[in-house]
């Protein structure tokens, strides 16, 4: 769910922009780095882009008359690793505020963090923790998990912004969680299963840029940490 204008105070807005920024600059500089390392994979980077754009735009009403929808930056987390889709998700989520009214300027940075930060690191670890168990599992559940775990932080910013008169954030949080549960969930499955489907179809088509992807942990190139301190 992306928030909409006027539904956080002007001070969350802010803190969640400040908290979001250096995310987003550390992915910019990452996509730079990825485009001079291997200009090839242009591409796919704005095939990542434009799937979380799909993706995110589809909007399903919920139970309590609001949106809920995939998010698509799992797929992009898994391939390039989060930073990047700080970034990317940021621009999605401009695209969408200004074209179709989906989401908030205001709120940018609380979107930005929900689904472009907290959403793809967590699939992202989880992919990396399971990818030891079977690569297949590994995508679907890490791909999933970044959807649920978008929609778990934007309960918490809704519940932070507006806590309840009885039972305070927890509360909130609780009743936030439940409202959205039965839409979320359900999408978070299809969206896992939708990585699985493109994953496969990627494979064939872009061998090279999955080749870490599919390779067991043991097998990862030595240098790929440092690569990743450096960015």
Not at 18 to 47: C, M, N, T, W, Y
Not at 53 to 59: G, N, P, T
Request: charged share 10%.
């Amino acid at each position: 769910m992306h928030i909409a204008d006027g539904f956080l105070p002007p001070l969350h807005c802010l803190a969640w922009t400040a908290a979001s920024a250096p995310f987003v600059v550390h992915g910019v500089r990452r996509i730079r780095q990825i485009v001079d390392d291997d200009p090839e994979s242009k591409l796919l980077l704005a095939a990542s882009g434009a799937f979380t754009f799909l993706m995110s735009a589809i909007k399903l009403p919920s139970v309590t008359g609001s949106s809920s929808h995939p998010t698509g930056t799992g797929v992009g987390a898994i391939i390039f690793r989060p930073p990047v889709m700080a970034a990317l998700g940021t621009v999605v989520l401009i695209f969408q505020a200004l074209l179709l009214s989906h989401g908030g300027i205001t709120t940018l940075g609380a979107n930005v963090f929900s689904m472009a930060i907290a959403g793809p690191w967590m699939g992202y670890l989880c992919f990396r923790v399971l990818r030891r168990v079977h690569p297949w599992i590994a995508i679907f559940t890490g791909v999933a998990l970044a959807n649920l775990s978008t929609y778990v932080v934007t309960s918490a910013q809704l519940a932070l912004a507006h806590p309840d008169p009885g039972s305070g954030v927890v509360g909130a949080f609780g009743r936030f969680l439940a409202i959205f549960a039965l839409t979320q969930v359900p999408l978070a499955v299809i969206e896992g299963l939708v990585g699985v489907l493109l994953f496969r179809a990627l494979r064939d088509w872009a061998p090279e840029q999955l080749r870490t992807v599919f390779a067991p942990a043991a097998e990862q190139p030595a240098a790929e940490p440092e690569v990743a301190g450096r960015a």
